[in-house]
């Protein structure tokens, strides 16, 4: 199955600053997705990430404040932009790693908005 | 858009007993159903999973039944050990371009000696 690097693995930031997190995939896939599991609870995702097009985001979720880039078919990245308290989550990459692997994740970036 | 609800939301069995999760999802097109575990910190892992032509799949002391008329699954774990305990997630997808996976709430698992 595929194996996903993400980072950072955790961070500390003002409230009005901005977080990038990055997801390097060792292999080409056509899909990433990124979630958030705020604490305590399951996975919510936010877009799905394509390379070469915009990303698709769910409903409750914006591009204004959820920039995403896909440069290439093994790399994404998905800034929080604007950053209050309550953006205080986890955030994961997900990729799904065909018919036999199912969906794996990157090990998360525990953020915390002070 | 697809809907999944998982019950019970926490779990406590005694080490040996056996733990039953269930889930059921609203969309007839999901044809994928994983579960997950979690552990405190970790990153979710998939523990088996089961496409909508089989109807029953185990892996040891883990086994997935689904009933597509119902659109419910359910995850049971025999002889439950304390490294069991976790948080475990049910979700649904289709299969294809437009794949998303949907998740359950969650149940938390604690396997007590």
């Known amino acids: 199955s595929a194996v996903i690097s993400q980072k950072p693995s955790r961070d500390i930031c003002q409230r009005g600053t901005s977080l990038t997190i990055q997801c390097q995939v060792d292999s080409q896939v056509t899909m990433m997705f990124w979630y958030r599991q705020q604490p305590g609870q399951s996975l919510t995702l936010i877009a799905t990430?394509?390379?070469?097009?915009?990303?698709?985001?769910e409903s409750g979720f914006v591009i204004d404040k959820f920039p995403i880039s896909r440069p290439n078919l093994t790399f994404s990245t998905l800034t929080v932009s604007n950053m209050s308290p309550e953006d205080s989550s986890i955030y994961l990459c997900s990729v799904e790693g065909g018919a036999w692997y199912g969906y794996t994740f990157g090990s998360g970036t525990r953020l915390t908005v002070v | 858009g697809e809907n999944v609800e998982q019950h019970p939301s926490t779990l406590s069995v005694q080490e040996g007993d056996s733990a039953v999760i269930k889930c059921t999802y609203s969309?007839?097109?999901?044809?994928?159903f994983p579960w997950y575990k979690q552990e405190l910190g970790k990153r979710p892992q998939l523990i088996i999973d089961?496409?909508?032509?089989?109807g029953e799949k185990k892996d040891q002391r883990i086994a997935v039944t689904l009933n597509k008329t119902a659109k419910h699954f359910s995850l049971h774990i025999t002889e439950t050990q304390p490294e069991d305990s976790a948080v475990y997630f049910c979700a649904a997808s289709t299969t294809g371009t437009a794949s998303k996976l949907t998740f359950g709430t969650g149940t938390r698992l604690q396997v007590t000696l």
């Open positions: 990430a394509n390379q070469g097009s915009e990303a698709t985001y």
């Open positions: 969309d007839s097109a999901s044809n994928y």
């Open positions: 089961i496409r909508s032509n089989v």
